[in-house]
């Protein structure tokens, strides 16, 4: 298939690209820059130049491609207008892929997010809606479920449009800027590994590798209509994590009192998620598709050490 991808360079897109090549796939991968442009090549892709914003350009090369997979996200807009900025970005681009794909069958699949179950009392599931857009749901996770909603619906117009809800936490040993390198910055400031409460609430995780291939078998194989959960570990305890990062920094993990958590304190901008519950499944991803995380759990990546190496060592 040829397909064209955004977000190649990313964490996600960088292990996408090779999974995608491994299998036969040619692909072509939208570059900003000239250091992306290089990424890309290195990866073994094709590069279309271009940016996010110019809709006509993705329109064309969605048009001149059998496949998109689009994992791309204006994260430059999160300092100013937060995700319902980078949900608002990200509609418009969704509906240009549907007016370049309308009636094809061609495979659109997008990056989406595994809401918080914490009001369901069971964990999130492929068959969960994206969460209601209203009042009650505020924030990150509303935001994504805005452009979920719109790439689903495209499956009504002839695409072969699904969503890959990526777990909370994905990891790897390229992981540049993910929650656990933000939690692990912070415990190195403070001096200790804060977990919210009594770190009994869920997270869940994947490995970027097997976020690959599950993105590759939705390309070839998942339905219109379909959402997918790459979910490895589908719900470790805050506390867990906080002890694992500790005992690798060698400081002591604590609970951060929830009143504390009202307040911008230990955990900053991240204090209204890390209390949030998400325990999930992926039966449902596992049984259709026959996708099989094979990749290190959180732990065991937290446990080889690429988190803890010092600035300047090499991340192999
Ligand atoms: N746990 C998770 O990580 C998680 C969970 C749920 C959902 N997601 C979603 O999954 C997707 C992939 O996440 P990620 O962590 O792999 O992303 P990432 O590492 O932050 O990479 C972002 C990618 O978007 C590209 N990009 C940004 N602005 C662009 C623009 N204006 N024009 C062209 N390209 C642009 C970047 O290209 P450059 O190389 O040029 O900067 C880069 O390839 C995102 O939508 C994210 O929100 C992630």
């Known amino acids: 298939m040829r397909v064209f991808i955004t ?39 094709k590069v279309r130049r271009g940016e996010l914003h110019d809709l006509d350009g993705l ?27 980078v949900a608002d970005a990200e509609v418009p681009i969704m509906l240009a892929y549907g007016e370049a794909l309308e009636g094809t069958g061609k495979p659109l699949v997008a990056a989406g997010s595994i809401g918080s179950s914490g009001y369901l009392g069971r ?13 009650e ?6 935001a994504r479920n805005v452009v979920e909603t719109t790439v689903i619906g495209l499956a009504d117009r002839g695409v072969r449009s699904s969503i890959v809800r990526i777990a909370n936490i994905a990891h790897s040993p390229t992981d540049q800027a993910g929650f656990l390198v933000q939690l692990t910055a912070i415990a190195k400031e403070k001096g200790v590994v804060g977990y919210p409460g009594d770190g ?12 690959a291939s599950l993105f ?18 589908g719900g ?30 230990y955990f ?40 803890f190496l010092t600035e300047g060592t090499p991340r192999v």
């Open 59 to 85: 329109k064309e090369a969605a048009a001149d491609a059998d496949g998109v997979i689009h994992v791309a996200h204006r994260q430059d807009l999160l300092p100013s207008g937060g995700m319902a900025a």
């Open 236 to 265: 470790i305890e805050f506390r867990e994590i906080a002890e694992a990062i500790a005992s690798r920094l060698g400081v002591p993990a604590v609970s951060i009192p929830l009143d504390e958590l009202m307040v911008p304190g």
């Open 216 to 233: 590759r078998l939705a390309l070839e194989k998942g339905p219109a209509g379909s959402y997918w959960h790459a979910v490895g570990d």
């Open 268 to 307: 900053g901008f991240l204090a209204n998620i890390v209390t949030q519950s998400y325990p999930a499944s992926n039966l449902i991803t596992r049984r259709a598709l026959g996708w099989e995380p094979a990749q290190p759990s959180l732990l065991a990546s937290l446990d080889n050490g690429h988190y």
């Open 7 to 45: 977000g190649g360079t990313g964490h996600s897109g960088s292990y996408i690209v090779p999974e995608l090549i491994a299998a036969g796939h040619e692909v072509t991968g939208l570059a900003r820059s000239d250091a992306s442009a290089a990424a890309l090549s290195a990866l073994g892709a």
């Open 123 to 135: 964990p999130a599931t492929e068959e969960d809606p994206a969460l209601p857009v209203g009042d």
């Open 137 to 142: 749901h505020r924030g990150t996770l509303r």
């Open 200 to 211: 009994t609430n869920l997270w869940n995780a994947v490995h970027a590798r097997d976020v």
